[in-house]
């Protein structure tokens, strides 16, 4: 498996095989068809399937939804894209009153096998309306499961993943990691949901992230390597159902963690991973659980004050020198 | 268009059975044996009759809060909508859903739905499904004249026309949105006004007549199947009962001559009466058939206070569907 | 001051009395009007200030919020109603990415001095899209404010600080407190935002609970008073900001600390509750911050499911007597 | 309507500084000086000219992501918005909001967007005010065709007719939404079809003749100000350069053909031309303006150019206003 592909190719890949495969797919959303999507995320798929599979919608977020959970509850697999994560908002009715509770509010005779596609992310001084890393909001929401994949390899399969699901899947895209390139099987293949990827094994802390961030963890982890503190990197992929499991072995075998995300810290996911944490772990813990994580602020278009906004390199490793630094229980 | 004595029955028959779920379900409200809000259709039962005896099972219809009237007349059945209603296990939605959820996909009927506006989108993507499959069937979204102001609306009813799909707009304007008359929250009298907007034609009929009703709706269906696309059928009707329960909340938002105008209308007296006169139907055929639908009543009443509440190990059930792949079609 | 009156009725006298006292201050809504709101929150005002300063509004929760936004940036200090919480998702963009972001983006420029009011809480068989509990998707948001009292006194004060205060506030009514008795000052008073409230002292444990679960919390520590087992409870009132302060003071003092709410769990309000306790008094806990929190589901219609979904005195009083009965550290 | 040369000469002068600051920003997107997104408004300038010329710093707008131009028509000075653009600190939004947030609440210009049809409701929110306040301002919202298929759009287009208010419309066709051309999102080909929906007069402006939308935006003011309520103003008109940015990413979305035809019809150049030649101005007239414009252009650079980025101390500046009452009016 030496050959290697974009973040979005290994996207567009998951969805072009699962097209071929599985006549009930379909993708409907803003310029994605001709165009093949801002992010070229749905390029050349438009012309190997045709308009009635690969469909130009109007910019009607709300009805972008409402076709594919009306599609997917009636026996289509939609993939309906939502070109900026922000733009959720827009459709936030569809997604978190209809989609997410339709099965349960009808007994379980409803089945939304619906996949959401978008693109999350900051760090291209795109401003509050276009940068927002807004994974909390839908991870809170009982009936929708939430992907944020840190690299290629991931990304194939999880999408993969996403399409074949029975339930309503959010495939958040990193924006920043588009072009990352990997290696990738050709062959189809699923990454089950719900599966963490321990990406460095480690001893003295324990360092949770996803998207971007994980990748960045994992650089300052390789580099701390070289002076001796050994750091265990794990990136959750599926951030709803959360594989809490993974992390709490690790903590109680590490006895410290850092939780890393792009979004604001307060009521950030890393608020319930640290939550669990001590509950699960809080013998094990000798320092509380670290959180990094944007300030409270929407996201500034300055990209001198964005690079102070996100999480960095740098503040993950001072993060890891000061939490191993910190005298144990 | 000259109707058959046989679909002129069975459209009397779905009027009727609406009616006497309705006033069933209104007389329980107000022994409190009905938990949550309950929205009555009676005096709407024209509407819901005369454009679902022109669907078939395989036909989907979108609802609203006031929903129990589409399941009735798409066919649902008396004694799992009443369980329902009383939050049975029995009932169509295991008792999760309730008069605002109530559903059954076995019959095309793809919920009502708490949020004013949100079924209109879903039955776009019905509707697409439908066109993809080229199965040949429609569906139907109803909805109330004051949802036509939310967007959902829009965007459902433009997406509609620019995909071309087999999609039934139907307004039912009873001229209220719970205590607030139509013409303080729009500036038109008659919503087929929107039709144009979206290119697609619109036609106002008799709400309150179930053949004018019917005969719309065959052309609506006609059209849509010859691949034209979506048209706007809008009803003048009026609901007799409160905009939720039976009472009113002492608020005159309604006159009593306003009210006792349009009962004079009453969709299944005025019917009844002029069958009568042509000759096609005699008294005794219509009380037979009320007989008989108020035996189906009893019966519906006695099964669902027979049934159980849901079993509190119930309550995580059905959040998510368990399975991968292939559940959907 | 021994003039008890209503919740309800203690924000219909906030509002009114700021209504006289600032001529910028006007209301709109659905059904707000000359019916005063589903839950007569604004009953009397229109025939007090006239249709123009509180408006009818069709049923556009975006256009709602809109017309708070435009308003607030051009001078006026508007209150605009989104009648059930669940419905914030209609609006959601309104509220997340104009009103929240306006004053930021605009480089400080714009203030939006917007009060955003809502019915939240179950309890009412209300079903899954009229019973959420969503304050932790808007307390992640930053440049709002988020409010929800549990006593008439509270509410008029709080109620009357959110219209005072320069920023978008969201002011949460618990739909089952709406009738609550409490005693109220008749004259304009002012809960600055951001101010906890310890509504008992304790030793043994704290509970930090808000809305109705807070109340609940309270009756349960009197009765374990009785017992010997001293809870100190505390209602943060404003939810955002949030008083960590007060909370953080209290443990450790108490060493032990449950935060109870209504909405899920994971990712709720109380998991930032718990990640901030434990970053800020690690060293003090003798136990896990324990979290009461409704399941991992949408709100389910039957009474019966539903009484287990919400925590309940009985859950609390059972959560208090795990945690003091742990050993400490 | 017979127009002073004044008036004439000043809408010629919005329309050139608008074209200069566009081509200038272009350029300097190109030399990778701009950060962001950009969106041009290049070949649209007729019409932000033609309406803000008919309002004055009270009355207010709402924008677009393709937000400079109307800036400029409104007012809005070249230093403040190139230093906007080039992200510093001297900058109308201080560097925090960039092109799609731009802003400059003293000139009424209520920001630009960067949610597709989010701008319209809270100009019905100004025009409210206006209104309450009796000021005998209007507020006019700017959007693209595209926009006009989102449930805000629709929302805000009915609220500002129910409530008749004094509020302009004004749709910028310029036949493409990013990439996709207009038919293809909708099925009508004029938007002006969709005023009747809500019960205002729409009409349609050549949207590259001044002069035409002008007229149109006039009769539309005077209106609104008779209590008469909003009006629709569809200008039909072209974007010169790409969606964002300033080159063609490849893909021939529009052909040549079409681009040359419309650039033909340059709505400064084919103005001067009829200036000229009815003698209301010379080329030596024009060329007057230009050269100072282009000056002013040059300056405004250098002042940007020269201006510091935001210090890392303002990320967390102005995400709430910080005082209470009375900062509003
Ligand atoms: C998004 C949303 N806003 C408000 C409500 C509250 N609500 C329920 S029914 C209703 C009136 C609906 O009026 P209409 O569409 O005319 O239907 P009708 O009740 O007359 O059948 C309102 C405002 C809601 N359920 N959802
Ligand atoms: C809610 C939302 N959906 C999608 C987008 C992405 N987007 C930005 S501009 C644009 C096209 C807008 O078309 P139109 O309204 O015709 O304006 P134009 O660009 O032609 O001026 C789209 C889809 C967005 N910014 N917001
Ligand atoms: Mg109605
Ligand atoms: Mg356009």
Not at chain 1, 109 to 128: E, F, K, M, Q
Not at chain 2, 51 to 65: N, P, R
Not at chain 2, 179 to 190: E, G, K, L, V, W
Not at chain 2, 205 to 223: L, P, T, W
Request: aromatic letters at 6%; one cysteine or more; charged letters at 20%.
């Amino acid at each position: 498996m030496s050959r290697k592909i974009s973040y979005v190719q290994a996207f567009n890949e998951a969805v072009r095989q699962e097209m071929a495969d599985d006549e009930t797919v379909f993708c409907a959303g803003e310029d994605i068809g001709a165009f093949g999507g801002v992010f070229q995320s749905y390029a050349g798929l438009q012309a190997e399937f045709g308009e009635e599979r690969v469909v130009d919608t109007p910019i009607s977020e709300q009805a972008i939804i409402g076709l594919g959970v009306g599609a997917a509850a009636t026996g289509l697999r939609p993939i309906v894209d939502i070109m900026f994560m922000d733009f959720i908002c827009v459709a936030f009715d569809q997604i978190v009153n209809q989609a997410a509770k339709m099965k349960y509010m009808f007994g379980g005779s409803a089945t939304v096998p619906l996949t959401i596609t978008t693109g999350g992310g900051g760090g291209l001084s795109a401003a509050a309306q276009h940068s927002q890393s807004l994974e909390a909001l839908i991870c809170h929401i009982p009936g929708l499961k939430v992907i944020m994949p840190s690299n290629p390899y991931d990304m194939k399969g999880l999408m993969t993943a996403c399409i074949r699901e029975n339930n309503p899947t959010i495939m958040v895209k990193h924006k920043r990691l588009l072009g990352m390139q990997g290696e990738v099987p050709e062959e189809p293949y699923m990454i089950p949901l719900g599966q963490a990827a321990t990406l460095r094994e480690g001893s003295d802390v324990t360092v949770v992230g996803w998207g971007r961030m994980v990748n960045e963890a994992f650089d300052v982890a390789k580099k701390l390597a070289a002076e001796g503190i050994d750091v265990e990197v794990i990136d959750p992929r599926t951030l709803q159902p959360l594989d809490t499991a993974t992390i709490i072995e690790s903590v109680r075998k590490t006895n410290r963690v850092i939780v890393v995300h792009e979004a604001v810290r307060f009521g950030g996911l890393g608020a319930e991973v640290a939550a669990q944490i001590q509950e699960e772990a809080f013998d094990h813990l000798d320092a509380p659980v670290g959180r990094l994580a944007a300030p409270f602020s929407p996201v500034p278009f300055s990209p001198a004050l964005e690079a102070h906004y996100l999480p960095s390199a740098n503040d993950i490793e001072q993060a890891i020198r000061d939490i191993v630094a910190r005298p144990g229980a | 268009m000259e109707l058959s004595t046989e679909v002129l029955m069975d459209m009397h028959r779905r009027m009727v059975r609406i009616r006497l779920f309705e006033e069933a379900a209104g007389q329980l409200a107000e022994a409190a044996k009905l938990p949550g809000f309950l929205h009555l259709y009676v005096g709407q039962e024209a509407v819901a009759a005369g454009v679902c005896a022109t669907l078939s099972d395989g036909d989907q219809i979108t609802s609203t809060h006031r929903g129990h009237g589409h399941l009735v007349a798409k066919g649902g059945e008396f004694r799992p909508m009443m369980a329902e209603l009383m939050a049975k296990s029995t009932g169509y939605n295991k008792g999760k859903g309730g008069s605002m959820h109530i559903s059954n996909l076995d019959v095309g009927m793809l919920g009502a739905n708490g949020i004013v506006g949100a079924g209109a989108p879903i039955a776009v993507g019905a509707g697409f499904g439908n066109k993809l499959k080229g199965n040949g069937n429609v569906s139907a979204a109803f909805f109330g004249d004051g949802s036509t102001n939310i967007g959902a609306f829009h965007e459902a009813a433009n997406m509609a026309c620019a995909l071309k799909l087999p999609v039934l707009f139907i307004c039912e304007n009873n001229e209220y949105g719970e205590f607030t008359p139509r013409d303080q929250t729009m500036a038109i009298t008659d919503i087929v006004d929107r039709a144009a907007g979206y290119g697609m034609p619109g036609v106002i009929v008799d709400g309150m007549d179930v053949v004018a009703v019917h005969e719309a709706a065959v052309e609506a269906k006609a059209r849509a199947l010859r691949g034209e696309g979506p048209s706007l059928i809008e009803a003048k009707t009026y609901r007799f009962y409160n905009h939720h329960g039976v009472q009113n909340l002492g608020l005159k938002y309604r006159t009593d001559d306003e009210v006792s105008e349009w009962k004079e209308r009453d969709p299944i007296f005025t019917f009844e009466d002029r069958m009568v006169e042509a000759g096609n139907a005699t008294r005794d055929d219509f009380n037979t058939v009320w007989a008989e639908l108020r035996a189906d009543i009893a019966d519906a009443i006695q099964f669902a206070d027979d049934s159980p509440a849901p079993d509190p190990e119930q309550l995580l059930v059905d959040v998510y569907t368990m399975s991968t792949e292939g559940a959907a079609s």
